[in-house]
Structure formats: C-alpha cells, structure tokens
C-alpha cells in the first residue's frame, strides 16, 4: 500500500509540477521546429459556425466575420445550426439575402456540436476550413494567419490563441483565465517543439482534404490534433492567431463545461494507442502522455491517494498525509462556497477532478451526450 501511495504522489506532482518545468528545460535546449511559409497562399475558404440556439450571439459573430482581412471574394460563411429552435436559422437567413457568402446548414435532428460540423464539411467548398465557435470573436488577421500555417503542406491542423475578456468581472472567470494561459505556454513550446497535442474551439483550421467525419460524442479539439500528427502532418499553434471570448463566469457553469470535456475521458485516452509510441512519433508521444494522459487521469491517482493514506492512517505520517489531504478538499468547498478568490485555485482544482470522475461515471455507464447547452454568461 506504501508503494500505491507514492506511485500516486510521483504522478500527481509530476504532472502538475515536474512536466512544466521539464518543458521549459526542453524549449531551450531542443532545437525548433521550422515551417515552410508562404504569405501567397491565399486558397478559396470555408468558415464554419456550429450553432444551436444562438440568437444572442450569431448576428455579431457573421458581422465580425464579414470584418476580417481576407478576400471577400474568397471565402465563405457556414452556419451549422444543429436543429435551433430560436431565431438562429432566420437571422442567418436575413443576413444571408444581403450577402451571397452566407450560408444555413440547417440539421434536422439535434445530435450534437460534430455532426453539425461533419454535415457544413459536406457542403463547404473551400480548400481549407476554418472552424470557430458563435461566441468568439476573431481578431481580423486571425483567419490570414491561420491560412498561413497551413501554407506549409507539412502542417494538418492550426489552433489560434484564445483569450479570455472577462478575467476581471468574476472569481471563477479569473481563475479560468490565469489556468488557461498557463496551459497556452505549454502548448506554444510543445508546437515550437513538434506538434500540440489539443486545440480550442474559438478558432482553428485545416485542409478540407485532411478533415475525417468523427464519432458525433467526440470533439475536433481533443481528436483532429492527434490524428494529424498519426497521418504524417503536424499540429502547431499560431499565437497570432486571436479569438476572444468570455469565460464562464460562475463556477456551475464551468464545471458543466468540463463535465462535457471529459465525456470521453476514458476512450480518448486509448483509441489511437499508437500515439503513445516513441519510437515513431518521438518527443509528440511524450507530450501527450504527460500533457493529456497523466492530466486526464489525475482524478484516480487522487482517490488511490486519498483510500492509501486512509489505509495507512494508523502510521502518524499517513494520518497527517490523510488529514492534509481532506484539508485541501475542505478548502476547496469554502472557496466554493464562499467565493475567496484566494482559494480559488484550490476550488478550481478540485472542481476540474470532480469533473473528470463525472465524465468518466457517463461514459461507463452509457450516458455521454454530444450536446451542449450554452452558458448564458459568455453569450452576454
């Protein structure tokens, strides 16, 4: 039981506190991953908006859209909307009268954020695709500079650089913000490096040639990197690519975010086993076990923990370990509870492994959904 206990102990400080740092140690001695650009690469393009139920937003979003600094002749716009039942679809239709380079895929069945995308895919005529969410708004080079990357025939996928706009109207959104861009830096080495190992759903783009109809309870962001990287591309990150969008601003609501993300916890992890082989996809297999599957699997090696040190208890060490470790849980239900913002990084914490053991319970049990319903305080 002493060996569990410190098997747990070393993954969860190696994860959490050791990989960071390993990471910086690496983007300074190992040598950079050079693209092959060119700023003439100005291929016809399909933007593509999943949407359900986003009268709140999709109006502002098509209007950014129609903003950005790329050929009005040369790209369109794509609303997927999986089966709204507000006024979505007419406003789209509206805009769509006035401008020829907008267009409603209307799903007749809701089945989720993917196949709203997979149907857009099956209409979109550009070579590339440039998938963002109704939410987000795009800076006007974002959409150029995604193309950019993808200028190199070598690069399968782009994720752009999310960044939250509301880090300073709540506790929760706050604490969100300061996880994320820390979470960025190590994405930017990683791609520096070789390939990221996940993306965001603000902004990100790929050839239309290299995009595969994915599993409906999968999402692009955890599934397309990978699977560029096992077909002999790269997925990089282009900081200059910016989205921005609001956090959720109460910690129900993120939590339910997370809940969705880790709905496929389990499979994710272990469909594709091949990425973890070292030996044919080098320094990438090590990022994504230490950045996706040691992260992912927190939430066990937390309760192999926890039952350990209870197992143990009757050692003085172990008994202090043990009520060290309900302390950190206590607090973290005040932070909660109470709102202190300097106990939010506790709160913040343990809400991320709750969330993991939640989606992980629906996907054994068969209730994983591929829906999502909108947080109202990012639509604002």
């Known amino acids: ?203 990100y783009g790929l050839r239309k040639e290299d995009y595969i109809d994915i599993d409906p309870i999968y999402s692009h962001d955890s599934i397309f990197p990978v699977l560029q990287v096992l077909n002999g591309k790269k997925s990089k990150f282009n900081p200059k690519a910016i989205a921005y969008e609001k956090a959720g601003e109460s910690d129900k609501e993120e939590y339910k975010r997370k809940v969705r993300m880790f709905r496929k916890i389990i499979k994710i992890n272990f469909i594709d086993i091949q990425k973890y082989n070292f030996f044919k996809y080098g320094i990438f297999s090590y990022f994504y076990f230490s950045h996706r599957f040691c992260r992912n699997f927190l939430f066990v090696f937390h309760i192999l923990l926890i039952f350990s040190s209870l197992f143990l208890i009757l050692n003085p060490i172990y008994r202090v370990l043990f009520f060290l470790q309900l302390m950190f849980y206590i607090v973290s239900l005040v932070g909660y509870k109470a709102q202190i913002k300097m106990l939010k990084p506790f709160t913040f914490y343990s809400m991320t492994l709750l969330a993991q053991l939640v989606g992980a319970y629906k996907e054994l049990t068969g209730k994983s959904k591929p829906f999502w319903e909108v947080p109202q305080s990012t639509r604002k």
């Open 1 to 203: 039981m002493k060996y569990l206990f410190f098997i747990s102990l070393s993954f969860i400080f190696y994860t959490m506190i050791f990989y960071p740092i390993i990471l910086q140690v690496l983007d300074k001695v190992m040598k950079k991953d050079k693209l092959n650009l060119n700023t003439d690469f100005n291929p016809f393009i399909s933007i593509i908006i999943p949407a359900h139920n986003e009268e709140d937003v999709i109006e502002r979003k098509i209007k950014n859209l129609l903003q950005i600094n790329y050929d009005k002749y040369k790209y369109e716009i794509i609303i997927a909307s999986d089966h709204s039942t507000d006024k979505t679809n007419d406003i789209v239709e509206d805009l769509s009268r006035n401008f020829s380079n907008i267009f409603l895929v209307d799903v007749d069945e809701r089945k989720g954020k993917t196949n709203a995308q997979n149907e857009a895919v099956g209409v979109a005529k550009g070579e590339v695709l440039i998938f963002s969410d109704a939410n987000s708004i795009l800076d006007s080079e974002a959409v150029k500079q995604i193309v950019y990357y993808l200028s190199d025939k070598n690069v399968g996928y782009v994720a752009g650089n999310l960044q939250y706009t509301n880090s300073l109207e709540s506790i929760s959104a706050n604490t969100e913000s300061v996880y994320w861009n820390y979470d960025l830096r190590m994405r930017k080495v990683e791609s520096d490096i070789s390939s990221i190992t996940a993306g965001n759903g603000a902004i």
